[in-house]
């Protein structure tokens, strides 16, 4: 069975500040990773995903993310944050075949202060 | 092109009562999957229909229940409501081919009384 575990469930950090958010995973079978972004009574939106290739990963509003296979882990990062990435930020894996379901953690709250 | 759309946004139900919650996918997206919110946690799988049939189920009982039309839209049934079924509810759809590339629709929050 997949598991996902998300280190932090709250993140504050000051306007133009670097931040990361750790996210940890745990699966016998090769994965596909993703980043999520929830804001205030919205849906969820992709920030980034790996699927193969370079560990390094580039998504949208500057954010970036780093698999790294030998500890299970899919940090996301970005150099400076701005009050408008105050949100929910979830870590989820999807195996690569059979079972399609996306396994979420429990989510971060990064607060953004100014 | 619109993207996933949920209906109603809102919804307040007493416990017993039935709730039907519907979702429109993404143009051309042909797989939709349910997703449930609990307040503070993250999204947990109840099922996905492709082809008009569930074909995976997360571990939900059978008062969960789904349908997928023709035109690719679902529908999520949930009878004998409990309090602890108050949640957001989120669908998602994606081309069955490309099963990495999901997208959310804005959900529907469910408050059961």
């Known amino acids: 069975a997949q598991s996902v575990t998300q280190l932090d469930s709250q993140v504050p950090v000051f306007e133009e500040a670097p931040v990361e958010l750790r996210c940890n995973y745990s699966?016998?079978?090769?994965?596909?990773l993703f980043w999520y972004v929830q804001y205030p009574n919205q849906g969820l939106q992709l920030l980034l995903k790996?699927?193969?290739?370079?560990?390094l990963v580039k998504g949208i509003n500057g954010f970036e993310a780093e698999f790294n296979k030998s500890q299970t882990s899919f940090h996301l990062r970005k150099p400076s944050v701005h009050i408008s990435d105050t949100a929910e930020y979830f870590c989820?894996?999807?195996?690569?075949?059979?079972?399609?379901?996306?396994?979420f953690g429990a989510g971060t709250r990064l607060a953004v202060h100014p | 092109d619109a993207g996933v759309t949920q209906s109603p946004t809102h919804l307040i139900k007493t416990r017993g009562q039935q709730v039907t919650l519907r979702c429109s996918p993404k143009?051309?997206?042909?797989?939709v999957s349910w997703y449930q919110q609990a307040l503070g946690q993250g999204p947990q799988f109840i099922f996905q229909?492709?082809?008009?049939?569930?074909?995976q189920r997360g571990n939900f009982p059978d008062r969960f229940s789904g349908h997928q039309f023709p035109n690719y839209s679902s529908e999520l049934n949930v009878n004998a409501l409990l309090l602890g079924d108050s949640a957001l509810y989120l669908c998602?759809?994606?081309?069955?081919?490309?099963?990495?590339?999901?997208?959310f629709g804005p959900g529907t929050r469910l408050t059961v009384t």
């Open positions: 143009s051309g997206h042909d797989t």
């Open positions: 229909y492709y082809e008009e049939e569930e074909r």
């Open positions: 989820a894996v999807k195996v690569f075949s059979g079972y399609n379901k996306l396994i």
């Open positions: 998602a759809s994606r081309l069955g081919d490309r099963p990495y590339e999901q997208y």
């Open positions: 790996y699927l193969s290739g370079s560990t």
């Open positions: 699966s016998s079978v090769s994965v596909y």
